[in-house]
């Protein structure tokens, strides 16, 4: 076992190793295969062969730059889809107290508390003013 170890780090060395987008590679894989198992449909047996091949060639790769670079490009997209999913979630909270507009000049969210009628809004990004009920 100890060998086997030894010649694994020997082969893993200078190597890029897995990321986390390597990981969500091999999570789609593994979902292709289990409904493979299921449906018996080939087309998601061969899309999860080819997932997993994928994910093991980017662990595999001695291109550390590349790969870091495609890593870093899923990390931001994900962060970005969960500062949006927050952003969203605390406008639900927010909706029985304050209506949401977006400014036409700049797309600025801006928030105004309701039940105040028809209103002039004054956008704080850009000071655009725009008219709207609350
Ligand atoms: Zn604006």
Redesign the pocket.
């Known amino acids: 076992m100890n060998g086997f170890r030894q010649r694994m780090t020997r082969f893993m060395y200078g190597r890029y190793g897995n990321d986390q987008l390597s990981r969500v590679f091999l999570g789609l894989a593994m979902v292709c295969l289990i409904v493979n198992l299921f449906t018996d449909l080939a087309v998601f047996y061969v899309a999860g062969l080819l997932l997993l091949i994928y994910s093991m060639y980017r662990s595999f790769s001695k291109d550390i730059s590349k790969m870091s670079a495609q890593n870093q490009k899923y990390l931001n997209w994900r962060y970005r889809r969960i500062a949006k999913y927050n952003s969203t979630k605390k406008r639900l909270a927010q909706r029985k107290e304050y209506r949401f507009y977006t ?6 969210k ?1 928030r105004v508390p309701r039940g105040r009628g028809k209103i002039a809004i004054t ?6 003013e725009f008219i709207k009920k609350s």
């Open positions: 400014c036409p000049g700049c797309t600025q801006v956008c704080p990004k850009c000071r655009a």
